[in-house]
Every structure is written in structure tokens, then in C-alpha cells.
């Protein structure tokens, strides 16, 4: 399960990182509520840790901003303020539970279990989102890309990656924005990492992965014109 953490204190969030990737989930931290949106935008979270207190914008405004456009995931938040007003403005705007600081750790794992479970189990019915480029799908709460129909296994990496592409479809994407959103400000990836995963995103898409073309010196574009072709200058 994807789970996004939202907090600026470095050392509570590596304390949370580390305990909840020893439990099986996929962990992925914003140290500001602007940039949890971004990233909550681009990969679609399963769950989300959201601490109150932040630079910029405030927890509740996190939380707010997503109830108002639409988004159900299931938000935990996190607070120092152990009051009952603090509690009660969450809940009211749309977080589902809350738990103040300091915490038990399995406490915060039982509460994170009954809101996965709540959701599978209440699911509210609405219809999957679906990124669409020829003949290339991708269902971002499924994690499921398809090709023409036909399913292909692709990495959490490389879904990330195409999951960019199809949100900014036609449009150049730099080699430092692929960076910037997938890989993180967290991580020190290699030189040549974005290129190692555009050739193998290209490999598995198939004849669909021409789609995907390189702009010398500037970047990449998944081009969503029919029909799929290699055009001059590109590769």
C-alpha cells in the first residue's frame, strides 16, 4: 500500500519512513503541504499522514483542498495540539481520524489498518480515472497499465514516470522534472537514471513506446497523435 507522509520535522518523518517501510508499505515524504498536493496529484496515495502544523499552507488546508476537489483517500492527521477544537475542526473538514503527538507506533498502525480496511470495505463507487495516449491506458488507483488491451508489468518507477508523461501528454518534459517528481529531493539518483528508465519504459510499451520521443538537449514527449511514429530528431 502507497502511503504518503506529509511532515516538516525531519526526524519524526524518518522515525515514521522507517517503521511503516518495516510493515509493507511504500513510503514517500513532502516536507510542505504544496508539494504533498503535487505529489499526491502525480502518484495517487493510498493513504495519507498528514501533520497539522507545516510551512506555507496548514494541515487543514491540505485537507481541505482535497475534499473540495473530489478526493476520498483516507487522510490521518497528525498534531501536537491535543485539544478538542483542534479534533473537531479536522474531522469537520474532511480528515477521517486524528491522533496526537507523542504516539504509540502501533496505535498509529491499527488506526492506519481500520481506514485501509474502511475503505475496501465502503469503497463510495466512483469511476476510476483512466490516462488515455493511443493506444496506451493507465489506472492510477489500480495500478494498471495495458497496451491495445493487454496488461504489461511495469515498475513502481516506471509507472511514475508514465504516469507524468500521460498527465503532461503532448508537452516537453524535462530530464530535471522527471527528477524532481519521481525520483524526489530525498534521493541522490544517478546520472543517468532517467535515461536507463525511459529505455526500459520504451521496451515494455512495445511498438507504443516510439510514442516516446527524446528532444536532444531538452528532454522527452509522449506524443499521443495517431498513429505512433519515430519522428526526425527523436528517438
Known amino acids: 500500500m502507497n502511503l504518503l507522509i506529509i511532515e516538516d520535522e525531519g526526524p519524526i518523518a524518518d522515525f ?33 499522514l498528514l501533520d497539522v502544523m ?9 485537507c481541505a483542498r482535497l475534499r473540495a476537489g473530489g478526493d476520498r483517500t483516507p487522510v490521518l492527521m497528525l498534531t501536537a495540539m491535543g485539544g478538542v477544537d483542534e479534533r473537531v475542526q479536522g474531522l469537520r473538514i474532511g480528515a477521517d481520524d486524528y491522533l496526537s503527538k507523542p504516539f504509540a507506533f502501533d496505535e498509529l498502525l491499527a488506526r492506519l489498518e481500520a481506514l485501509s480496511r474502511r475503505t475496501r470495505t465502503t469503497g463510495d463507487g466512483a469511476m476510476q480515472e483512466v490516462l488515455v495516449c493511443g493506444e496506451i491506458e493507465y489506472r492510477p488507483s489500480a495500478r494498471q497499465v495495458t497496451v ?58 512495445g511498438p507504443a513506446g516510439r510514442r516516446l520521443r527524446t528532444v536532444r538537449g531538452e528532454g522527452y514527449i509522449l506524443g499521443c497523435a495517431e498513429p505512433a511514429q519515430i519522428t526526425p530528431g527523436g528517438s
Open 54 to 62: 507545516l510551512p506555507g499552507i496548514s494541515g487543514y488546508e491540505v
Open 148 to 205: 491495445n488491451g493487454l496488461a504489461i508489468t511495469l515498475t513502481r518507477r516506471e509507472r511514475n514516470v508514465l504516469h507524468l508523461f500521460l498527465t503532461k501528454r503532448d508537452s516537453l518534459v524535462s530530464r530535471e522534472r522527471l527528477l524532481n517528481s519521481v525520483w524526489g529531493v530525498n534521493e541522490d539518483p544517478q546520472v543517468n537514471v532517467v535515461d536507463v528508465h525511459i529505455a526500459r519504459l520504451r521496451k515494455k510499451l
Open 16 to 48: 515514521l519512513r522507517r517503521g511503516l517501510s518495516a510493515e509493507g508499505y511504500f513510503v514517500t515524504r513532502a516536507e510542505d503541504g504544496e508539494t504533498g498536493l503535487e505529489l499526491h496529484a502525480l502518484h495517487g496515495f493510498d493513504l495519507i
